[in-house]
Each structure stands twice: as C-alpha cells, then as structure tokens.
C-alpha cells in the first residue's frame, strides 16, 4: 500500500518570502500522479499543483512550484512571494495510475502561518 | 465551471441514528468517491464508486456505510446507525471526463456531521 508522510505539521513563512514545505511517499509502482491541496479554514479542497510522474520536468502554477525527486520519492512544495491567503493547511496526496479510478492517499498535512 | 455541490452543509444527529449525505457531481464525470476528514486529522478515503457500482472501499467502509447513485445525478452517502466517532466532515469528489485523462478529482465544499 502506498504512504504518504510530511514531516512538518506547522510551517511559517513572512510575507513576501519564500517557502518549502515537504512530502515523501512510499510506493512499487513507476506510474502515478502527485497532488498538493490547500485546505483554508473553511474546510474546502483546493487543488494547487499535480505532477505526473513521468514527467522529469517539475511542474509550476504562478507562484507554487513542485520539487519532484522521482528515485527519493520526493515531492516538496515551494511558494514563492508567500501572501496572507496562502495561510492554511497543505496536504500531498498520491493516486496510481495503475488502476483507472483510484483512490487519492493523503499527507498529515502542514498548517501554513504567513506573518505580515 | 462546473462544480460539485454537496448538502447538507452541516448536519447534526443524535447517536443511532440514520443520515444520508448528499453529492451532486459534475455532470460527465465518471468516477465519484467519498472521503471523510476527522478534526485536526489527515483526510481519509472511504468508498469509490464507478458505473453505478462500489469499485474500491477502504476499511473505514464497514456495513454501516452504504453507496448510491439512485436517480443517475445524486450520489449518496448513507450512514445506518451514527457513532460519536464518526463525527467528520465528509467530502464528495469526482473524476473525469475520460477526454480530459482521468487526473484530477474535484472535491465538493463539504459536510460537517456532528453526531451527538
């Protein structure tokens, strides 16, 4: 069964600066998606930035970029420019594309505090 | 663009007895799932559910859970016989359209269940 393990249950950050928050996964198969999702407050799933794992170019979304380590089974998050709506909980989670349809494997999870 | 709605937003029961959990999915999507995310704690797969029959469940999907699609747009989530312990928020997620790759699972805002 895949895991998915983040070792930093809090993180903080100072507005404008930059940020890394970490992920490692255990798996046997070489096909399969990477996930970061932010949970604000209200509790809400927002997918911020996937990563297939095929790919050896790491992906981007504005601000966030992914560090894929495919041979560690790594998969850090960065945030550049931190803003005070990037303040919440950040979970990575893992899906197989093995098997059409699976299930996503979340993280602990890290709560982000951005300080003005 | 097209979302998936969840009701009720918050729902309070008294221990025993029976709730059901409404999804409304994204309308050609194909895969839907249910996860539940105790306070504080990481979010958990429960049940998946694909071509109107249960195509993965986790060990959290005991006999006391149960599954449906019954009028092809609602997908339901009913719980027989509620336990403190299964006091979470519940969140509905859809995959699809096949065209599109099957990635990315798009989570509903979420219902809180308070069982008392």
């Known amino acids: 069964a895949q895991t998915v393990t983040q070792s930093q249950p809090e993180m903080s950050v100072q507005e404008a600066e930059t940020v890394t928050l970490s992920c490692t996964y255990d798996?046997?198969?070489?096909?399969?998606?990477l996930f970061w999702y932010k949970q604000p407050p209200s509790r809400q799933m927002i997918l911020v930035i996937r990563q297939e794992a095929y790919k050896q170019q790491n992906a981007t979304e504005n601000r966030f970029s992914v560090n894929f380590q495919k041979a560690a089974k790594s998969f850090s998050l960065k945030i550049s420019d931190s803003q005070l709506g990037d303040a919440a909980m950040y979970f990575c989670?893992?899906?197989?594309?093995?098997?059409?349809?699976?299930?996503?494997?979340f993280g602990e999870g890290t709560q982000l505090t951005v300080n003005p | 663009e097209p979302e998936v709605t969840q009701t009720p937003s918050h729902q309070v029961t008294q221990m025993g007895q029976e709730v059901i959990l409404r999804c409304v999915p994204i309308?050609?999507?194909?895969?839907f799932y249910w996860y539940r995310q105790i306070l504080g704690q990481k979010v958990e797969f429960l049940v998946s559910?694909?071509?109107?029959?249960?195509?993965?469940k986790s060990e959290i999907f005991d006999d006391q859970f149960s599954v449906e699609r019954p009028d092809g747009s609602n997908f339901t989530l009913k719980i027989r016989s509620t336990k403190l312990e299964d006091s979470a928020m519940y969140f509905c997620?859809?995959?699809?359209?096949?065209?599109?790759?099957?990635?990315?699972?798009?989570f509903g805002p979420g219902t809180r269940l308070t069982v008392t």
């Open positions: 997620a859809t995959l699809g359209p096949r065209d599109r790759g099957l990635i990315e699972q798009y």
């Open positions: 559910f694909y071509n109107n029959e249960i195509s993965e």
């Open positions: 309308s050609n999507h194909l895969y």
């Open positions: 798996t046997s198969e070489s096909d399969y998606y």
């Open positions: 989670a893992y899906r197989s594309e093995e098997t059409s349809g699976s299930r996503l494997t």
